[in-house]
């Protein structure tokens, strides 16, 4: 019986999708297990070998935890809303709904055929009505809050409103205007639109004003990454920054716990650290410098306050609210041609910048502890309006920064005792810092930074303030394809919608662009803006925030997730998807599943438990070599003699190195005619490891590899390559030797000639040893990820049992178990050859037992007067009397003593024998 690996693989599917056989029960009487892949983005390119890497490693471990007795929930949905489906959309001329679509079945055809566990019956859309309904009310949730800090947790905004009623804010900070402070009678005396103001300014989901790339040629908002040089990348126009009203999340009130609840899940030491580092939780304090000739006061956030006499000047962000009036008049024109050119900068250009920009004010601020000094104020682009208070006091002789910055602009150097200092930059210490300044007065210094906070506080110019890197998250865009926001405008103040309407859904328009003013799509609506309704809608990351939720109970039409259901399944148990999602979604999901707990909507805090991040499989390019100005191309080995262009060439014509001549002139009209100077009667590609894309011609499709080699054979080699965390080049030339080995498996089964040769015989002792060390190995690696350990351990234990000659159902079938997560189809295929009438799905995995593994015997080397001359196998139990009579029995012993009498035996259990003569 011959392995038709595709016949089989196709009616195992078809079998599996009947029986709904990856249909999983809200069973509570078992224990459960939630495997977890990232929310895939279903593109218009489709999968490569790439994309399924992290999908075959949970897959694995999701069947693996089914056979070990657990219901397993492992579902998929597609990521549907956001820019790139509408960027196809537009490219293509069709509607985002159409496209994302024809994706997602595209997408399906190419999982469906890999042979995933996934229960589809769970299946999520974020663009689905259905689905947003419950990102909508989720939204209302923060909408309809506040983070009550004394109490460390989200509650409802109708709770502060009670409480200014009753006291004002007086217990309770304003997080979005912290001078911000009313009593009862004040709050009394508040106009409707006042109070909303003022509530806008507490909930976890508010409304401000912030700043865009706004594109006027294109007529549309673009995201940082479009924007190059001040230009657009789509047609290079010019872009510049416009303020508009925007949604956003206030994650910064969950900064500690958000720090907090890595030290209680399983993430990476490096991926803790991305996060921990992107929300930069910092200790200092803000301290106010008064101008010279103005009433106005700079406020500035700093880590190293005992620096304050090292100042020389202060810089601001080019955005920063004081620089129209502090300006002086003959600084006017250059400074507003400084910020015009900030202005054309994303951020990210700004703080990757390395070239020193900035302007000059012409204003100057006082020393707090100095009033006849006068401290220069400028504005450059490495400050940020959006990070501590947009501006920062310089103090170059101990910040390298600094330094260059005064270097670059002549600008004085003070050291940190008031005269000049013409050094290298230096880090000065705190006792430098204030000893020497005399302003301890001879006070032993414990905490050099407490004391000046002390000072500060106590003169009234400054405070302690603990900062964090984070900014509140944008949570709008300008773009038609995404969640509508359930929001009612009515005389500035925003309402929300009632529950009962929603979804609120969106409208299905043909054609679209920006609205008017920056505005989105849905602003050129009549039946839209009738309605008041917010024109903005969410971004991409919306629905992914909390969509491991909504897996729990997909089908409830009365609340996002049943309490019970979501008790159930509670956290992820394991999450895999890669490191490009580090801050961004880990961070909002987290941010979210806190909100819902804190309004006791679930019962835990933390979504995920476990967190593996898949390393990426990089493309292995092909290139040819043109011979400069013609049409020939010259192999690799000869290109030295020539002068040649290298040209990336489609890998799929090309076996290993060689390429496919006739397909090469096929598959671009300008190579029809194409000659080729070959060597030894070949083309011999050139090779480069670089990343998979499109672009680059060497992207694989796995459904070409799955036609020829068989899904399970493509599953193990995946796993194969390396570490599941670490990147490695693709090569498809290795393939070969996974299909291989499952053919020498199916061989153990059945003879192509003889047909079966499985049978029912007891298993010796030496079979028994090779299945309990595979199960042993198999399952210490498939429970530490260590995937490709495993498919060596598979090879190794064919191989063994094919040594041994051994077809016994009673190993065979057990191996099959333990394969089943890795190469399911040939598994089941070859389960029910063996007889079971149940599916191996469901097969309860093998147990390891030690006994099988004890060694009863070892091979000794037999040395003869210190020279090894043969070996032999001595029970471990033998008597040293037992060992010499043995020995000096053997064949070979005796040929080597010649009839001569020896002297001695000398026996070392465990290690060696030694016949003296």
Not at 5 to 17: A, L, N, P, V, Y
Not at 38 to 58: K, Q
Not at 880 to 909: C, F, S
Request: with cysteine; charged share 25%; glycine share 8%.
């Amino acid at each position: 019986m011959e392995y038709n690996f595709r016949d089989i693989e196709k009616r195992w599917q078809r079998e599996w999708t009947q029986s709904g056989a990856y249909k999983v029960e809200n069973d509570f009487s078992k224990p459960k297990y939630y495997v977890l892949d990232m929310f895939p983005y279903p593109s218009g390119a489709g999968l490569h070998v790439g994309h399924p890497l992290g999908y075959i490693a949970s897959d694995i471990y999701a069947r693996y935890k089914r056979l070990k007795g657990f219901n397993v929930l492992h579902p998929m949905g597609y990521d549907a809303f956001g820019l790139p489906a509408e960027q196809y959309a537009l490219e293509t001329g069709q509607h985002p709904a159409v496209t994302t679509d024809a994706n997602i079945r595209s997408f399906r055809e190419q999982l469906d055929n890999i042979g995933f566990c996934f229960d589809w019956s769970r299946e999520l859309r974020t663009s689905e009505p259905s689905y947003y309904k419950w990102t909508q009310w989720i939204f209302l949730e923060l909408f309809n809050s506040y983070f009550d800090r004394k109490a460390g947790k989200a509650r409802p905004i109708s709770v502060l409103e009670a409480a200014f009623v009753l006291e004002g804010n007086e217990g309770a900070p304003c997080p979005g205007n912290e001078a911000l402070r009313f009593d009862s009678v004040a709050w009394a005396g508040f106009t409707p639109r006042e109070k909303a103001d003022i509530l806008m300014q507490y909930r976890l989901a508010y409304c401000g004003y912030g700043e865009v790339n706004w594109c006027e040629a294109l007529g549309t908002v673009l995201a940082n990454d479009e924007v190059i040089n001040g230009l657009s990348e789509r047609g290079g126009y010019p872009v510049v920054k416009k303020k508009l009203r925007q949604w956003y999340l206030r994650i910064t009130e969950y900064a500690d716990r958000l720090l907090e609840g890595l030290e209680r899940i399983a993430f990476s030491d490096a991926m803790k650290e991305m996060q921990t580092n992107w929300i930069g939780k910092s200790y200092g304090a803000n301290l106010h410098f008064a101008l010279f000739d103005a009433s106005d006061r700079i406020e500035v956030y700093t880590t190293r306050p005992d620096t304050i006499f090292g100042v020389d000047f202060l810089v601001l962000a080019p955005e920063h609210e004081l620089i129209q009036r502090i300006v002086s008049s003959d600084q006017a024109a250059a400074v507003s041609e400084y910020v015009t050119y900030v202005k054309s900068r994303s951020e990210r250009e700004r703080m990757a910048e390395k070239k020193i920009t900035g302007c000059f004010t012409g204003a100057y601020a006082v020393h707090p502890f100095d009033p006849d000094r006068r401290i220069p104020v400028w504005i450059s682009e490495y400050v940020l309006a959006g990070y501590g208070t947009g501006a920062i006091m310089a103090v170059p002789c101990g910040d390298e920064r600094d330094f260059k910055f005064a270097q670059h602009f002549g600008l004085p150097i003070t050291n940190i005792i008031g005269s000049h200092y013409t050094g290298e930059a230096a880090n000065p210490t705190k006792d430098a810092v204030l000893s020497n300044s005399g302003f301890l007065d001879g006070q032993v210094m414990r905490d050099a930074i407490g004391v000046v906070i002390d000072r500060l506080e106590s003169m009234k110019i400054g405070r302690r303030k603990v900062n964090f890197k984070m900014r509140d998250a944008a949570f709008s865009r300008q773009r038609y394809w995404g969640e509508p926001f359930p929001i009612v405008w009515s005389d500035g103040i925003a309402s929300p919608l009632p529950v009962s309407e929603l979804p609120l859904e969106l409208p299905h328009i043909e054609k679209y662009g920006p609205g008017p003013e920056g505005e989105g799509p849905l602003a050129n609506i009549p039946a839209w803006t009738a309605r008041h309704l917010e024109t903005n809608t969410m971004p991409g990351y919306a629905g992914s925030s909390w969509y491991f939720l909504r897996y729990m109970d997909p089908g409830n039409n009365t609340a996002f997730c049943d309490r019970r259901v979501s008790d159930y399944w509670n956290q992820v148990d394991l999450y895999i998807g890669g490191t490009e999602h580090a801050v961004g979604h880990l961070l909002y999901s987290r941010m979210w599943t806190k909100v819902l707990f804190d309004l006791e909507h679930i019962g835990f805090d933390e979504p995920f438990k476990r967190l593996v991040n898949q390393g990426m499989i990089q493309g292995s390019s092909r290139l040819v070599y043109r011979v400069r100005e013609t049409g020939q191309f010259v192999s690799a080995g000869l290109r030295g003699a020539y002068e040649t262009d290298a040209l990336h060439v489609d890998v799929n014509i090309v076996d290993g190195l060689e390429l496919d001549l006739e397909a090469f002139r096929a598959w671009r009209k300008e190579y029809a005619n194409a000659d080729f100077i070959l060597e030894d009667g070949r083309y011999i590609c050139g090779t480069e490891v670089e990343k998979m894309s499109k672009r680059l011609f060497n992207t694989v499709n796995p459904n070409v590899l799955v036609e020829r080699y068989g899904a399970d054979t493509f599953r193990m080699y995946e796993m194969f390559l390396g570490p599941v965390e670490q990147s490695k080049p693709w090569d498809t030339k290795g393939i070969e030797g996974v299909h291989r080995f499952l053919r020498k498996l199916w061989r153990l089964f059945f003879d192509e000639q003889k047909g079966a040769v499985w049978n029912d015989a007891t298993p010796t002792d030496a079979e028994r040893k090779v299945l309990h060390k595979a199960i042993k190995k198999i399952e210490e690696d498939t429970e530490r990820f260590s995937f490709n350990t495993a498919v060596s351990a598979f090879m190794i234990c064919t191989g063994e049992l094919a040594d041994l000659d051994c077809h016994k159902k009673a190993i065979l079938g057990p191996l099959l178990i333990l394969l089943t997560p890795y190469a399911p189809h040939v598994s089941e295929e070859l389960w029910h050859q063996l007889g079971y009438r149940t599916s191996i799905l469901d097969a309860p995995y093998p147990v390891f037992e030690p006994k099988y593994l004890v060694e009863s015997s070892k091979v000794y080397p037999i040395a003869i007067n210190g020279k090894t001359r043969t070996e032999m196998d001595i029970a471990l139990d033998a008597s040293t009397a037992d060992v010499e009579r043995m020995v000096l029995a053997n064949d070979i012993v005796q040929k080597w003593l010649d009839g001569k009498p020896h002297k001695k035996v000398v026996y070392v259990p465990g290690k060696m024998i030694n016949v003296v003569m």
